[in-house]
């Protein structure tokens, strides 16, 4: 049978490459250079189109063009290729096309008409017209592949459509020297480009009628123009994340009557004294302003007062990350609309007013690392919309207000103080608290209350470094999401209590420096997601456990414990028969009675759970598979994955399969932004937990260029108390092979190209062979087909979906599966081997079969499960009668 296999593959494969060379020839060869012959025509005809608006020639540059200027050309032009100043592409999809069109300092004049067709040179990269005569608009549309755009020291005038704004690859743009510019929109948008320079002294005299001016994102420096001021209708002025100096122009407010945003934040822009500061002044005339955005720059010296006098109509005002100093002016109450205030990271003093009790809609409030000092004003309760306090390394004193527990908070952050007092037990009945509770390096007092078991949302509570007495509470076991517990360097006392084993979340537990005591409990060794674990320096004793977290030495810590024994050996503790003296046989006899009463109990209790196990079996499993690849990926919380795909918001969902749904995310590594790829599973679908454990097995092990790369993975409890699992991917931002085969099913407008055909699947194949190769057991994907083959930003396959995927032993047996209901699911019909409609074991061959199938769908188009392959059409009928095809066209 394995030699029948064998042939087979063989004559299969003889085939295939048969048809391959012959697609390659006919494609490659023929085709290509009849389309690209037709098409430089186009290109040509489009240049002569331009050339008979040129009225003025005078070093004759445009003779070549196939006629004199002006002249009517009907006939077809010939390929523009050798045409003065017409570079045209010489390989891939640009051959034969006009790539570049240079007619600087030739003198050229006439008049270009706005609706260019300049738009019909798709592959134009490279347009400079300047240093000539021209008079007219600016061309427009423009091909969308343009980069360098150069239309200075012309004549040109009317109007600059917004249409400049979807040229996305455009990186140099030069309008300098334009006699007039009129804003057809009045908007003048040119983000998130590479633009550098100055902008120039006169931009404001010539732009009167705009009203939006951003320029964000760029590399743009030099002051702030003066003669902005004169654009008197300007409503925005959006300038971040650029490199602009100087003062900022304190006639902006004078002037521009109907300014609603000014944003500058992330510049050199200064402020060194008073006077430096009478923008702001000025910013008072502007009774529409709602946004203030001056953060991120070098803004030093008082804070004017003037800032409680801004309209009462402001929404957002950004300061921080400055050197201001001073203090918050009392009036910062008359601003009843504002949202967000960010006066973060400066030198601000004094008190935080008691006025900010009036901004009813204040959603965010950001103060921290400043000198303020005094109590924490108890009207900040009145702001029932308040999700974000962030006070923490000030030196505020006094108590922390019950009130807070008003706000529907759900950060909150005041570490690094000089609090006193209890923890209020009404901030710590706060519903909404999910992304910390950080009272960290105060001087609390008193006994953790047990409403902090009403955080049932909260991910990190920290409460470490205070004076905080009593045990922990056992109602902390209701915090089903916490994932960081730091309560160190207190003086709790009492024993760990057993709840806290029902923290499945878990993943930081410190809870040294304080008076706890009793052993160390067993369940802190049942903990599976737990990642570090420090309860050194208390008065534990016992032994110490050898499960779980405590076999590995440098996840935890029973530092300055003497009453210990046992464990690990590279804990150095003495054996626990030591501890059992002459004086203390007694006892000894009655804790082994007990323990021995303890242990048929726990036999009979091992009894009642062996189906409760039984039942969670898969569930454990996919905790096991986490615990693997835990070493090499750092896991991400529900909550994070949430945020990162705004709910996982339709708009974001990117695919849908057997055992789940993708989504697009945005997740923050190093300070920077990473587009991601969320694979939520679908735990109620039969085998989405086994697809979960068989993903995170094969790819924890699995790393080639043509694999997808995981990044980390989720095993949580969701906002409704469920499981949770999913793993986060590197995006690839050209979707799957699917669409690009099929593409009008996709409403794609392109389809591949041979050679990037013949690419993706040379990709394939080596990610095939990598996967069969494997040591110390091949693995078999077992569903090998084109919604499974990702493509990144370089038209790279990798290969996905590893949800099915099987080790097998060296005699090609697949080794034992992890549920029989998942076992029997091996592919997709039409591309899955017949062998394994038979009941047939799983094996390489069956991906190889797969992998043929994928072959001809790439060349030809056609999937297996199509109309086409009705009554006696078949998919080997349809490669012969292909290859006759070829033959006969070949002849």
Same mark, same amino acid.
């Given at each position: 049978?394995?030699?029948?296999?064998?042939?087979?593959?063989?004559?299969?494969?003889?085939?295939?490459?048969?048809?391959?060379?012959?697609?390659?020839?006919?494609?490659?060869?023929?085709?290509?250079?009849?389309?690209?012959?037709?098409?430089?025509?186009?290109?040509?005809?489009?240049?002569?189109?331009?050339?008979?608006?040129?009225?003025?020639?005078?070093?004759?540059?445009?003779?070549?063009?196939?006629?004199?200027?002006?002249?009517?050309?009907?006939?077809?032009?010939?390929?523009?290729?050798?045409?003065?100043?017409?570079?045209?592409?010489?390989?891939?999809?640009?051959?034969?096309?006009?790539?570049?069109?240079?007619?600087?300092?030739?003198?050229?004049?006439?008049?270009?008409?706005?609706?260019?067709?300049?738009?019909?040179?798709?592959?134009?990269?490279?347009?400079?017209?300047?240093?000539?005569?021209?008079?007219?608009?600016?061309?427009?549309?423009?091909?969308?592949?343009?980069?360098?755009?150069?239309?200075?020291?012309?004549?040109?005038?009317?109007?600059?459509?917004?249409?400049?704004?979807?040229?996305?690859?455009?990186?140099?743009?030069?309008?300098?020297?334009?006699?007039?510019?009129?804003?057809?929109?009045?908007?003048?948008?040119?983000?998130?480009?590479?633009?550098?320079?100055?902008?120039?002294?006169?931009?404001?005299?010539?732009?009167?009628?705009?009203?939006?001016?951003?320029?964000?994102?760029?590399?743009?420096?030099?002051?702030?123009?003066?003669?902005?001021?004169?654009?008197?209708?300007?409503?925005?002025?959006?300038?971040?994340?650029?490199?602009?100096?100087?003062?900022?122009?304190?006639?902006?407010?004078?002037?521009?009557?109907?300014?609603?945003?000014?944003?500058?934040?992330?510049?050199?822009?200064?402020?060194?004294?008073?006077?430096?500061?009478?923008?702001?002044?000025?910013?008072?005339?502007?009774?529409?302003?709602?946004?203030?955005?001056?953060?991120?720059?070098?803004?030093?010296?008082?804070?004017?007062?003037?800032?409680?006098?801004?309209?009462?109509?402001?929404?957002?005002?950004?300061?921080?990350?400055?050197?201001?100093?001073?203090?918050?002016?009392?009036?910062?109450?008359?601003?009843?609309?504002?949202?967000?205030?960010?006066?973060?990271?400066?030198?601000?003093?004094?008190?935080?007013?008691?006025?900010?009790?009036?901004?009813?809609?204040?959603?965010?409030?950001?103060?921290?690392?400043?000198? =303020?000092? +005094?109590? *924490? /004003?108890?009207? %900040? @309760?009145? #702001?029932?919309? !308040?999700?974000? $306090?962030? &006070?923490?390394?000030?030196?505020?004193?006094?108590?922390?207000?019950?009130?807070?527990?008003?706000?529907?908070?759900?950060?909150?952050?005041?570490?690094?103080?000089?609090?006193?007092?209890?923890?209020?037990?009404?901030?710590?009945?706060?519903?909404?608290?999910?992304?910390?509770?950080?009272?960290?390096?105060?001087?609390?007092?008193?006994?953790?209350?047990?409403?902090?078991?009403?955080?049932?949302?909260?991910?990190?509570?920290?409460?470490?470094?205070?004076?905080?007495?009593?045990?922990?509470?056992?109602?902390?076991?209701?915090?089903?999401?916490?994932?960081?517990?730091?309560?160190?360097?207190?003086? =709790?006392? +009492?024993? *760990? /209590?057993?709840? %806290? @084993?029902? #923290?499945?979340? !878990?993943?930081? $537990?410190? &809870?040294?420096?304080?008076?706890?005591?009793?052993?160390?409990?067993?369940?802190?060794?049942?903990?599976?997601?737990?990642?570090?674990?420090?309860?050194?320096?208390?008065?534990?004793?016992?032994?110490?456990?050898?499960?779980?977290?405590?076999?590995?030495?440098?996840?935890?810590?029973?530092?300055?414990?003497?009453?210990?024994?046992?464990?690990?050996?590279?804990?150095?503790?003495?054996?626990?028969?030591?501890?059992?003296?002459?004086?203390?046989?007694?006892?000894?006899?009655?804790?082994?009675?007990?323990?021995?009463?303890?242990?048929?109990?726990?036999?009979?209790?091992?009894?009642?759970?062996?189906?409760?196990?039984?039942?969670?079996?898969?569930?454990?499993?996919?905790?096991?598979? !986490?615990?693997?690849?835990?070493?090499?990926?750092?896991?991400?919380?529900?909550?994070?994955?949430?945020?990162?795909?705004?709910?996982?918001?339709?708009?974001?969902?990117?695919?849908?399969?057997?055992?789940?749904?993708?989504?697009?995310?945005?997740?923050?590594?190093?300070?920077?932004?990473?587009?991601?790829?969320?694979?939520?599973?679908?735990?109620?679908?039969?085998?989405?937990?086994?697809?979960?454990?068989?993903?995170?097995?094969?790819?924890?092990?699995?790393?080639?260029?043509?694999?997808?790369?995981?990044?980390?993975?989720?095993?949580?409890?969701?906002?409704?108390?469920?499981?949770?699992?999913?793993?986060?991917?590197?995006?690839?931002?050209?979707?799957?092979?699917?669409?690009?085969?099929?593409?009008?099913?996709?409403?794609?407008?392109?389809?591949?190209?041979?050679?990037?055909?013949?690419?993706?699947?040379?990709?394939?194949?080596?990610?095939?062979?990598?996967?069969?190769?494997?040591?110390?057991?091949?693995?078999?994907?077992?569903?090998?087909?084109?919604?499974?083959?990702?493509?990144?930003?370089?038209?790279?396959?990798?290969?996905?979906?590893?949800?099915?995927?099987?080790?097998?032993?060296?005699?090609?047996?697949?080794?034992?599966?992890?549920?029989?209901?998942?076992?029997?699911?091996?592919?997709?019909?039409?591309?899955?081997?017949?062998?394994?409609?038979?009941?047939?074991?799983?094996?390489?061959?069956?991906?190889?079969?797969?992998?043929?199938?994928?072959?001809?769908?790439?060349?030809?188009?056609?999937?297996?499960?199509?109309?086409?392959?009705?009554?006696?059409?078949?998919?080997?009928?349809?490669?012969?009668?292909?290859?006759?095809?070829?033959?006969?066209?070949?002849?």
């Amino acid at each position: 049978m394995e030699r029948h296999g064998c042939s087979r593959h063989r004559h299969c494969s003889f085939v295939l490459l048969i048809v391959v060379v012959v697609v390659a020839y006919l494609l490659v060869g023929v085709v290509p250079a009849l389309q690209a012959s037709v098409i430089a025509e186009d290109d040509g005809r489009a240049l002569m189109q331009f050339q008979s608006l040129i009225t003025e020639d005078p070093y004759g540059a445009l003779a070549s063009w196939g006629g004199s200027s002006g002249s009517n050309h009907s006939a077809s032009p010939a390929t523009p290729c050798g045409w003065c100043g017409v570079t045209c592409g010489v390989r891939g999809r640009s051959r034969g096309r006009v790539t570049a069109l240079d007619l600087r300092g030739l003198g050229l004049g006439g008049a270009i008409v706005a609706q260019s067709s300049l738009s019909s040179l798709t592959y134009l990269r490279w347009l400079d017209l300047s240093q000539n005569r021209l008079c007219g608009g600016v061309p427009t549309p423009l091909p969308l592949s343009l980069e360098y755009l150069n239309l200075s020291c012309n004549a040109l005038q009317g109007a600059v459509s917004s249409e400049l704004g979807s040229l996305r690859r455009l990186r140099i743009l030069s309008l300098i020297l334009l006699a007039e510019i009129s804003v057809r929109n009045k908007h003048l948008v040119m983000q998130f480009n590479n633009l550098t320079g100055t902008l120039p002294p006169c931009a404001g005299n010539r732009l009167p009628r705009l009203k939006v001016l951003s320029v964000d994102r760029n590399q743009l420096h030099g002051a702030i123009p003066v003669s902005l001021c004169n654009s008197s209708k300007l409503e925005v002025i959006q300038m971040m994340k650029n490199s602009f100096s100087g003062v900022i122009p304190d006639c902006l407010g004078a002037h521009l009557q109907n300014l609603w945003e000014l944003t500058l934040d992330d510049n050199q822009l200064e402020a060194n004294s008073d006077s430096d500061w009478r923008f702001l002044d000025s910013l008072t005339n502007c009774s529409n302003l709602k946004v203030i955005g001056l953060a991120g720059n070098k803004l030093q010296g008082l804070l004017p007062g003037s800032i409680a006098n801004l309209s009462t109509s402001m929404e957002f005002l950004s300061i921080y990350n400055n050197m201001i100093h001073g203090q918050i002016p009392q009036g910062i109450g008359n601003l009843v609309n504002l949202d967000s205030i960010y006066m973060h990271l400066n030198n601000l003093a004094g008190t935080i007013p008691d006025s900010i009790g009036k901004l009813k809609k204040l959603s965010n409030l950001y103060l921290y690392d400043n000198n =303020l000092s +005094g109590q *924490i /004003p108890a009207t %900040i @309760g009145n #702001l029932t919309m !308040l999700s974000r $306090l962030s &006070l923490n390394e000030n030196m505020l004193t006094g108590s922390i207000p019950s009130s807070l527990g008003n706000c529907p908070l759900e950060t909150l952050e005041l570490q690094n103080n000089r609090l006193t007092g209890p923890i209020p037990k009404e901030v710590l009945q706060i519903s909404t608290l999910s992304t910390s509770a950080n009272f960290q390096r105060n001087m609390l007092t008193g006994s953790l209350p047990s409403e902090v078991g009403d955080l049932k949302n909260l991910q990190t509570l920290d409460v470490s470094g205070n004076r905080l007495t009593g045990e922990i509470p056992a109602s902390l076991g209701n915090c089903q999401i916490l994932q960081y517990c730091i309560m160190k360097g207190n003086f =709790l006392q +009492g024993e *760990i /209590p057993s709840s %806290i @084993g029902q #923290l499945r979340g !878990l993943l930081v $537990l410190d &809870l040294s420096g304080n008076n706890l005591s009793g052993c160390i409990p067993d369940l802190l060794s049942n903990m599976k997601g737990i990642e570090r674990m420090d309860i050194s320096f208390n008065n534990f004793e016992g032994e110490v456990p050898k499960r779980g977290i405590f076999l590995n030495a440098s996840a935890f810590s029973v530092e300055g414990i003497t009453g210990l024994c046992g464990g690990i050996p590279e804990l150095k503790l003495p054996p626990c028969s030591n501890y059992i003296s002459t004086t203390n046989k007694r006892l000894h006899k009655l804790v082994m009675a007990i323990s021995t009463a303890f242990a048929i109990l726990g036999i009979a209790l091992l009894l009642a759970l062996f189906v409760f196990f039984r039942q969670t079996r898969n569930s454990r499993k996919g905790e096991h598979a !986490l615990l693997l690849i835990s070493d090499q990926h750092v896991r991400v919380s529900y909550t994070e994955l949430v945020t990162s795909t705004n709910g996982f918001a339709s708009e974001n969902l990117v695919g849908v399969g057997s055992f789940g749904s993708v989504y697009k995310g945005t997740m923050m590594s190093n300070e920077e932004e990473v587009v991601v790829a969320v694979k939520v599973l679908n735990l109620q679908q039969r085998g989405a937990s086994q697809s979960f454990v068989a993903e995170c097995e094969t790819l924890r092990c699995a790393r080639h260029r043509n694999l997808v790369k995981i990044l980390t993975v989720c095993s949580s409890i969701d906002s409704r108390g469920l499981d949770f699992k999913a793993i986060v991917f590197d995006f690839l931002p050209n979707g799957n092979l699917h669409q690009w085969l099929h593409p009008r099913e996709h409403g794609n407008q392109t389809g591949l190209s041979l050679i990037q055909r013949i690419n993706i699947a040379i990709d394939v194949a080596s990610a095939l062979e990598y996967l069969h190769q494997y040591r110390p057991a091949p693995i078999v994907h077992c569903d090998f087909k084109p919604s499974n083959i990702l493509l990144d930003n370089d038209m790279v396959a990798h290969v996905g979906d590893f949800g099915l995927a099987r080790f097998v032993d060296h005699g090609q047996h697949s080794l034992p599966d992890i549920s029989s209901g998942w076992a029997t699911i091996r592919g997709t019909i039409g591309y899955a081997a017949p062998e394994y409609g038979l009941g047939n074991k799983i094996s390489i061959y069956g991906d190889t079969y797969s992998f043929g199938v994928l072959l001809l769908e790439i060349f030809t188009g056609k999937r297996p499960t199509d109309a086409d392959f009705a009554q006696d059409l078949s998919l080997h009928r349809l490669e012969f009668g292909v290859r006759r095809m070829f033959q006969q066209i070949a002849c």
